[in-house]
Nanobody, 115 residues
Framework: QVQLVESGGGLVQAGGSLRLSCAASGTIFSANVMGWFRQAPGKQREMVATITSGGATNYADSVKGRFTVSRDNAKNTVYLQMNSLKPEDTAVYYC?????????WGQGTQVTVSS
């Protein structure tokens, strides 16, 4: 069973930075796509950024130029560097990993940006 463990969330002031990490375990395969989603209170979960095993990236318009997704395939880990954070970035951030046989979610990590 694949497990995704996220870390790096917390409380930061507007304009600050945070780096999220998500490590996958329980499989010898590398995920086809890994990425980050977020869900704010009362809102639907939305895609933030994704990255393929080959390094191709995709970002939500709201985070382009501020967030950077990267991955270390040898460590089965995906990262999200978040700069110039805004209060509207406040949400629970979820890691997702898609394998050829199934997709998996992490438990989520809270990111709170104060104004």
């Amino acid at each position: 069973q694949v497990q995704l463990v996220e870390s790096g969330g917390g409380l930061v002031q507007a304009g600050g930075s945070l780096r999220l990490s998500c490590a996958a375990s329980g499989t010898i395969f590398s995920a086809n796509v890994m990425g980050w989603f977020r869900q704010a209170p009362g809102k639907q979960r939305e895609m933030v950024a994704t990255i393929t095993s080959g390094g191709a990236t995709n970002y939500a318009d709201s985070v382009k130029g501020r967030f950077t997704v990267s991955r270390d395939n040898a460590k089965n880990t995906v990262y999200l560097q978040m700069n110039s954070l805004k209060p509207e970035d406040t949400a629970v951030y979820y890691c997702k990993a898609d394998y050829y046989y199934a997709g998996y979610w992490g438990q989520g990590t809270q990111v709170t940006v104060s104004s």
